[in-house]
């Protein structure tokens, strides 16, 4: 999932720190550096983490990096992100939620909707699973309790999505080329 743009700005912030000491001042409330680190793109910024860590690992054997298939995932969570039709029902244990697309978004839904559910399935907080079905798929989170069924309820499809802190060990295997399936 993209990464939200204040941590992004710490994550560069934080490399760009260790690399190089800058002189700065504050304009305004806002640090100012010598020289920008914003990337202006959320997935560019990814790449760029990305990247970085590749770099500063003596152990990388760039003869299985693949950059450009995790620029493919970060297409493909644009796509489901921005294009997805979503309709969430209350199963009074959670949620049914149908997520449906055309074209690239179909694929991403394909690819990651089935991928996450087995993500969240591995939280002991509750239960996941999707079915994929020819518009799409059907991700479903359930649990007995109710302040859980809450909170699934609170996060709909988008929020479950980007629950869970494995995506950006994913990221850095897709661009190691040594994910186990693929770009999610």
Do not use: C, Y
């Amino acid at each position: 999932m993209p990464i939200p743009r204040f941590g992004l700005v710490l994550v560069v912030t934080s490399l760009a720190s260790t690399a190089t000491a800058q002189s700065s001042e504050r304009h305004h409330g806002v640090h100012l550096s010598e020289r920008p680190i914003e990337v202006g793109q959320g997935a560019f910024a990814a790449l760029a983490e990305i990247v970085a860590m590749l770099e500063a690992d003596p152990n990388t054997d760039w003869s299985r990096v693949n950059v450009s298939a995790l620029r493919e995932h970060l297409v493909d969570m644009n796509a489901l992100t921005l294009d997805a039709a979503i309709s969430e029902v209350s199963r009074g244990d959670g949620l049914s939620i149908k997520v449906t697309g055309s074209g690239r978004t179909l694929l991403a839904i394909h690819q990651m909707v089935p991928a996450h559910a087995a993500e969240l399935d591995k939280m002991p907080a509750w239960s996941a699973s999707a079915e994929t079905i020819s518009e799409g798929a059907v991700l479903t989170v359930t649990s007995p309790d109710e302040a859980i069924q809450a909170k699934i309820s609170a996060l709909g499809f988008f929020g479950l999505m980007a629950t869970g802190s494995h995506h950006q060990a994913h990221h850095l295997a897709i661009a190691r080329g040594t994910a186990v399936h693929g770009h999610h």
